[in-house]
């Protein structure tokens, strides 16, 4: 080799090895000896879906064909403790799970289990909308509809609750409707049309605010209530009933507009949605939106031409937000965006080049996306705020799951990889903004359900495999992270 071949090649090195923002690119895998694949991360479980684990990383729970199984972990056998769970919350010490079916003819069961019991309790077999409880769990909260078509508030006292002895109460029952349930906290918010009751669950006291006019509210927490008729905003405190400030929304020059919805993400701000005519529109264009964001001081515009609405990301509170359509001849259609419950923005659904995600960290203020056109290598990016960290990547680009570690220090993902004998193979990796590491290869393909949970950082993960006499199957993989 030439002086000036071997410069040529150190250079091209060096490059490669330099990535946006200062990150390394990724790690060749670890070696194969005599070309042959790598051995793949045992299974914890078989013919098992997973369906949660606490915090704390006691216990397990999967579906399997017969039913909901709980596992003590790290090394116990799986139990059956009830009937196929659509959904799971287990307290932070693992000692208590509310679970709930998926619904059938409009109805639900609900069960109660506790550690180290041979079978969950059955709360109710008729349940209907979301299955609500506390942080501890001190209380489940449903509602029942009867024959009359009567809907009941349904509440079962966790503490109290005994094999064949756990006695729903009713705190409210409406005739007719459509009723809607919500918690925040300890209070239960009952809505049927522009009716809506406060219920303090603790002591079942029930407030009755009336029917509200205009569009009606009410906070996260649950400490504040209102509404909005016209453009006039009014907030109330929920215990005294007091009112806490009332405004008028402002448009300039747009005196024919009209709300058209409003909501709270917090317990201060009430975003009011409006809709009319633009100044100067013609007949028959489309109606111009904007949302405000009303507080103690006033309104002002949150999101000229955009009508948003209340959202969740990642259990947080959120907006999501639609755009006016461009009327303009061959002007780009803007697409809808997410903000944070502060109205800060978030992430458009549709950004150029961007082929997955993205995924955001609990907090929502870290997020990570990939990049790449067709025929090219991909790049993994990692944002928070006005910092931003690039992976390029020299196999087919990560896919799904891809989560971040609750410390927001590394993140978890799937991705082939190229083994000595020229197969791609499902791996798990991780990669701290400046390091990628292979965690082992996957039996199978991911499958729909992944949790991370830390202290110790461990990756939970399904799988989807082939069983050795060639049937499809399913496995939960446990990876020290």
């Not at 029917?211 to 906070?219: A, D």
């Amino acid at each position: 080799m030439t002086a000036q071949r071997r410069t040529w090649t150190l250079l091209g090195l060096l490059l490669a090895s330099l990535g946006a923002a200062h990150c390394r690119d990724p790690v060749d895998p670890p070696p194969v000896e005599g070309g042959k694949e790598t051995p793949p991360l045992p299974a914890m479980a078989r013919d098992a879906r997973l369906l949660q684990v606490d915090e704390a990383q006691r216990v397990l729970l999967s579906i399997r064909a017969d039913g909901t199984y709980a596992q003590e972990l790290p090394d116990g056998a799986p139990v059956r403790i009830a009937g196929a769970a659509e959904g799971a919350d287990i307290t932070g010490d693992g000692q208590t799970t509310v679970m709930w079916s998926a619904e059938a003819d409009g109805m639900r069961t609900v069960w109660l289990w506790r550690r180290g019991t041979p079978e969950a309790i059955v709360l109710s077999q008729k349940a209907r909308g979301p299955v609500l409880h506390d942080g501890g769990q001190s209380f489940v909260a449903f509602l029942e509809q009867d024959d009359a078509g009567a809907s009941a508030v349904r509440v079962a006292r966790i503490p109290t609750c005994l094999p064949g002895d756990c006695v729903l109460q009713t705190l409210l029952q409406v005739q007719g409707g459509t009723p809607a349930l919500r918690r925040g906290g300890t209070t239960l918010s009952l809505q049927n049309g522009a009716h809506r009751w406060f219920i303090d669950v603790p002591t079942g006291a029930v407030k009755d605010l009336g029917e509200l006019p205009g569009h009606s509210f009410v906070s996260p927490a649950m400490t504040r209530y209102g509404w909005v008729e016209h453009d006039h905003v009014r907030l109330f405190d929920s215990a005294t009933g007091a009112q806490v400030w009332e405004h008028d929304i402002t448009h300039d020059n747009y005196q024919t507009w009209i709300s058209t919805h409003a909501f709270m993400l917090s317990e201060e701000r009430v975003y009011v949605a409006s809709e009319g005519d633009g100044l100067g529109a013609p007949p028959g264009v489309p109606k111009s939106h904007s949302t405000y964001a009303c507080g103690a001081q006033g309104c002002v515009s949150a999101a000229s031409g955009e009508s948003c609405y209340a959202a969740t990301l990642k259990g947080q509170l959120a907006m999501w937000c639609r755009p006016d359509p461009c009327i303009q001849i061959r002007c780009p259609q803007p697409s809808p965006s997410y903000r944070n419950s502060e109205g800060a923005w978030l992430y458009s659904e549709s950004e150029f080049q961007r082929v997955f995600g993205p995924v955001l960290s609990q907090d929502l203020k870290d997020s990570l996306r990939i990049y790449g056109e067709v025929g090219q290598l991909h790049r993994l990016e990692w944002r928070r705020g006005e910092q931003s960290w690039t992976l390029n990547l020299d196999a087919p680009y990560p896919s799904a799951p891809i989560q971040f570690l609750p410390d927001k220090s590394r993140v978890v993902f799937h991705q082939q990889v190229f083994e000595a004998d020229g197969i791609a193979r499902s791996h798990l990796w991780t990669w701290d903004r400046f390091r990628r590491v292979d965690l082992g290869r996957l039996d199978g393909a991911p499958g729909p359900v992944s949790i991370v949970r830390d202290n110790p950082p461990t990756f939970y993960l399904d799988t989807d495999v082939v069983n050795a006499d060639g049937t499809e199957g399913t496995a939960i993989v446990r990876v020290a992270l």
